[in-house]
C-alpha cells in the first residue's frame, strides 16, 4: 500500500500562485509514475499533469500548460505541482495519484494509489 496526502492548498486571487505537494509513504518506490489529477464541483476528475519516474517525462493538461509545472524529488517521495498565473476556472479539489509503473500516464484509470485531496479556491 501507498498512503499519500496532499498539502499547500488555499485561497488565492486570479494571477496569483500555489505550491501543491504530495507525500508518499508506505510501499513507495522511487519508479513509480505519479500525476495530479483535480475536480470542479459538479464536474468529474480530469487529468492536470503527470510525471514519470526520473523527471524525463511530462505531460500537462492543455488548460495549464505554460502555467503549472509539475516535480519531483525522489529521496522525499514527493511530487510537486507549482501553480502560476491561476484563474477562477482553477478552482477544484486536486488530487495526487501514483501508478507502479515508470512512465506517467494522463488516465485516471492507469494510476493504484490517490490522495485525500486538497481545495484549491481562485476568487476573482
Known amino acids: 500500500q501507498v498512503q499519500l496526502v496532499e498539502s499547500g492548498g488555499g485561497l488565492v486571487q486570479a494571477g496569483g500562485s500555489l505550491r501543491l505537494s504530495c507525500a508518499a509513504s508506505?510501499?513507495?518506490?522511487?519508479?513509480?509514475?505519479m500525476g495530479w489529477f483535480r475536480q470542479a464541483p459538479g464536474k468529474e476528475r480530469g487529468f492536470v499533469a503527470a510525471?514519470?519516474?526520473?523527471?524525463?517525462?511530462?505531460f500537462y493538461a492543455d488548460s495549464v500548460k505554460g502555467r503549472f509545472t509539475i516535480s519531483r524529488d525522489n529521496a522525499k517521495n514527493a511530487v510537486y505541482l507549482q501553480m502560476n498565473n491561476m484563474k477562477p476556472e482553477d478552482t477544484a479539489v486536486y488530487y495526487c495519484?501514483?501508478?507502479?509503473?515508470?512512465?506517467?500516464?494522463?488516465?485516471?484509470?492507469?494510476?493504484?494509489?490517490w490522495g485525500q485531496g486538497t481545495q484549491v479556491t481562485v476568487s476573482s
Open positions: 495519484a501514483v501508478r507502479r509503473t515508470v512512465a506517467a500516464a494522463t488516465k485516471g484509470a492507469g494510476y493504484e494509489y
Open positions: 510525471i514519470s519516474w526520473n523527471g524525463g517525462s511530462t
Open positions: 508506505g510501499r513507495t518506490s522511487s519508479s513509480y509514475g
